[in-house]
């Protein structure tokens, strides 16, 4: 298994573009989270799925999308990028919600210009 | 929001060294998880608590979950090169509506000297 993916692994936005953060897993991971990480911080919940289209937002969903049309994949969208969204992103599943483990993929770093 | 602590923010010891680091609350959790991150990695769980006064061992690294719910600790004993790092504490209220939601700390960054 390959586990949690992420493409781009590293994007470079201007001001009011817009862009789609893919995350495939190949767990059969029904739960699927993004997370946003900023220097010094720990990991902030932008939105979460509990399954094919069933998402929720987060802790931090201003400014951003998702869609659960698989269980396999959950990309968020960035419709008009701000500088307050150079972070770097996290794609997590887990198998159900109660038993602690998330599986992070390696991360998308972003930097808004 | 519930808020994490996490202390220390960084931490620079020598090969052979102990740490400890701990993460408070302002509430509590049902789950407190450990986890490291690499750079440029995503964040590896070392260890997950289920219940409050637990004590839970991986190898050369040891947690526990607080008996008040509001607090875990994470020690790591004789230190090695490779344990440089990020370590992240995130508690966790399973069920309901929480839907697995985890709460993060800050971090804190481990540098290992040889």
């Known amino acids: 298994n390959a586990g949690v993916t992420q493409t781009p692994k590293f994007r470079i936005l201007k001001i009011g573009q817009s862009m789609t953060l893919q995350c495939t897993q190949d767990?059969?991971?029904?739960?699927m989270y993004w997370y946003r990480q900023d220097p010094g911080m720990g990991l902030k919940l932008i939105y979460y799925?509990?399954?094919?289209?069933?998402?929720d937002k987060g802790e931090v969903p201003n400014g951003y999308n998702v869609s659960r049309s698989t269980t396999e994949d959950f990309p968020l969208r960035l419709e008009l990028a701000a500088p307050s969204q150079t972070s770097v992103y996290f794609c997590?599943?887990?198998?159900?919600?109660?038993?602690?483990?998330?599986?992070f993929g390696p991360g998308t770093r972003l930097l808004v210009l | 929001g519930q808020q994490l602590n996490q202390s220390p923010q960084s931490m620079f010891i020598q090969e052979g060294e102990d740490v400890s680091m701990n993460c408070t609350s302002s509430?509590?959790?049902?789950?407190w998880l450990w986890y490291k991150q690499d750079p440029g990695e995503g964040p590896v769980l070392l260890i997950a608590?289920?219940?409050?006064?637990e004590l839970t061992s991986n190898g050369r690294l040891t947690a526990q979950f607080g008996i008040t719910r509001k607090d875990s600790f994470l020690n790591i004993s004789a230190s090695i090169p490779s344990d440089v790092g990020i370590y992240f504490c995130?508690?966790?209220?399973?069920?309901?509506?929480?839907?697995?939601?985890?709460?993060f700390g800050q971090g804190t960054i481990l540098t290992v000297h040889p």
């Open positions: 608590l289920y219940k409050a006064g």
């Open positions: 767990m059969n991971h029904n739960y």
């Open positions: 997590a599943s887990s198998l159900t919600s109660g038993v602690g483990t998330q599986y």
């Open positions: 799925s509990v399954g094919a289209g069933i998402t």
């Open positions: 995130a508690g966790q209220n399973a069920g309901g509506t929480s839907y697995g939601k985890l709460t």
């Open positions: 509430s509590i959790f049902n789950t």
